[in-house]
């Protein structure tokens, strides 16, 4: 019996793990498939699976072309080994799931045929090797699908949902916008063709009507404004108002709806997707709930003891008063059980950040109590807990932004320096001095480190450099560069300082897991038109120092590049003959600026057809998937500045204060200095000096943002 509802236990624990987390993964029931799935979910496995995913993305910097050249041997092998873990990890993941769930699952199905094309490849190449015939390594362009279907990147997924949802409306505002820019071109070459006009390197003007189509979509961009216009406007200044309509209608018009296109479209599919999630988390909470009900007269509970039992298995890592105080939420009246309502909001409690803050009291109180309690030392204290402290080292910090700028050489520029640091020394030692040091140097006190470890990374680098510059002859332009950056740096302090900054900086801060996503979506979109790029021109441009010999140096290795703006503009480095550069080149396109340069050098040393993988790539990554990011920025800023409190927060609070061991915000941003207390949000900047609490620990509610973007975005 009692195994028995341990093993019940465990299922439930999993059922509100899932709704926390947002999994929705469909796994056997059995005791056995249930604890194979806590070891599926947990993050050792999570993180194997990722680094093998990554150093499976990085055997191309190491196989030919090779940014650093191992033997194929090694690198074959490395290959085997992470198949191997993607083979283990797929069955691990059969043995927890229903198999006709698993069969009908399409990601499972990808990875299988990944594994299998990868090693039929492998096999080939090496083969052909082994007779010095030349084979291409086709299979490494399915390596990033192994990125996008394993369970764990369920976010990357939901990321080329949110484009594959997107596309149907895309493409009709595409197509528009390729009919005006085809009509356009029709219009150019009636209008110019026949003038024999020349660009400023003496070729033809608008005569070829693809070329032509080409030039007007680099002006879509910009990239080419106003040199392609040039022409035309020297030989009449009337033809100026062409390029002036079409770059309203295309360049401000068609961009524009591109943008409210995706972003219409994201928004939709989120709120959907929210939708899903909601239903998903309370029907799952609902099975943990059945598992675990008992009867109190004809109302189905949850007794406080398996409501304990469950907490501490979900989330093992909270503190026994944070579990206390959500269990006096969920049991408002303390009978003694959980009713249903109240059980389905557990997997909302646990997603928001209760900050638990912990009163203590100086150790200089406890050694030296007359000195640390004296008239003296209480003004000294009161001072540095003062906002006028914070405002004086932020206009010291201004000050010195404004001697870095001056010239290093003059005596009392360098002098000043040492000023500046001891300035900075004093303010750590004073608020060292007033402020408790496990809670001032708390895991959480990021300012607090940041600004202790610039200073004194600043004080031993500035020693290191004025003594190496006293006893020898070195100079060390390098330790000074470090010197100057640590000191700029402090400037970052003083977003802190400034409200309407400091909701920006949460939100950036907040919404960075969710940053990582399209991080992911960007490489995957990279490795992929990196590995097409390498196969294409790989060779067909290099890089020669300024001072080489080589034949056709200048014109970076190859004659078809001569008196090219390619070869002009001195771009030999951008190329495609490893992965690195690849990655740099793609990263140049995204940007835009010059990339029908970069365009139109490729296609001079292979084919003018080459033209369309850069056209591809830009449409790829600049029109679709950098509009769906600005979309989630736009999104998550509306958020921040609009969101209200929800339904469960305003409960933690409510019952946190109605137990007396609550912080308001306003006194933490408005009053003075926090004294020894743990915050994980912001420096300490205020303190709770007027009120005796009355217990070792207070609780404030951490960031909503933060809560709402981990929960339905982040995952």
Known sequence: MAEAASEELLLAAAFVSDAQYNRNIPFKTSPQAVRLYYLYNHWIMRTVTYFFIFLNLSLAVFEEPAVYP????????????????????????????????????????????????????????????????????????????????????????????????TLPEITYVFLLFMFSLLMFSLMALKLFGERNLQTAEGLPYFRNYLEIVFDLYVLVTTANSPDVM??????????????????????????????????????????????????????????????????????????EARWKQ??????????????????????????????????????????????????????????????????????????????????????IILINAIFIALDEETPYISYAEWVFLALYIIEILLKVYTYEPRVFFGKNQFWNWFDTLIIFAALTATILNTTLKSTTKYNSQQILDIVFILRVLRLIRIVDSIQRFRVIMNTLINIVPTMLTFGGLTLVVYCIFAIIGMELFHGKIQFFPANSNAP??????????????????????????????????????????????????????????????????????????VNIFVSFILEAFFVEYSLEKSEVETAIERKIQELGMGVQEEVLQDEQLLDNMESAEHDLEGEVGTKTQPRGLVFKIASKLASLWRCCLGG
């Open 552 to 625: 056709y140096a200048l014109e970076c290795g190859n004659p078809a590049l001569k008196d090219s703006l390619f070869a002009r503009g001195k771009y030999c480095k951008n190329n495609f003959n490893n992965f690195a550069s690849s990655f740099i080149v793609l990263m140049e396109l995204t940007v835009v600026n010059q990339w029908h340069v970069f365009a139109s050098g490729f296609a001079n040393v292979t084919a003018q057809p080459a033209k369309l993988y850069f056209i591809t790539f830009h449409i790829v990554m600049v029109i679709i998937i």
């Open 70 to 165: 191992l033997p194929f041997l090694a690198t074959s092998l490395v290959e085997v080994l992470c198949l191997l873990v993607f083979f283990g990890r797929l069955t691990h993941f059969a043995k927890i799931t229903p198999r006709n769930v698993f069969w009908k699952d399409t990601k499972n199905i990808c990875i299988m045929v990944a594994i299998l094309l990868s090693l039929t490849d492998l096999a080939i190449y090496g083969a052909l090797r082994i007779y010095n015939m030349k084979s291409i390594r086709w299979s490494r362009i399915a390596r990033p699908i192994f990125l996008i279907n394993f369970a764990e990147s369920r976010q990357i997924r939901r990321a080329f949902r949110s484009i594959r949802n």
């Open 230 to 303: 040039m022409p035309a406007f020297d030989f009449s200044s009337w033809y100026a108002l062409f390029f002036i309509a079409f770059v309203i209608v295309n360049t401000y018009i068609f961009m524009s709806l591109f943008l409210a296109v995706v972003y219409n479209n994201y928004k939709k599919h989120l709120k959907n997707e929210i939708r899903q999630l909601a239903y998903m988390k309370h029907r799952k909470m609902i099975e943990a709930f059945n598992l675990l009900k008992e009867e109190e007269g004809a109302q189905p509970v949850v007794r």
């Open 310 to 395: 469950l907490v501490k298995l979900v989330a093992p890592d909270i503190s026994n008063s944070h579990r206390e105080l959500l269990l006096r939420i969920s049991d408002d009246e303390q009978k003694g059980f959980i009713d249903k309502k109240s059980f389905v909001q557990l997997a909302d409690l646990l997603n928001i950040q209760v900050i638990t803050l912990k009163i203590r009291s100086h150790p200089l109180g406890q050694w030296m109590p007359r000195v640390y309690k004296s008239s003296v030392s209480q003004f000294l204290r009161s001072m540095v807990r003062h906002r006028g402290f914070v405002w004086t080292y932020d206009a």
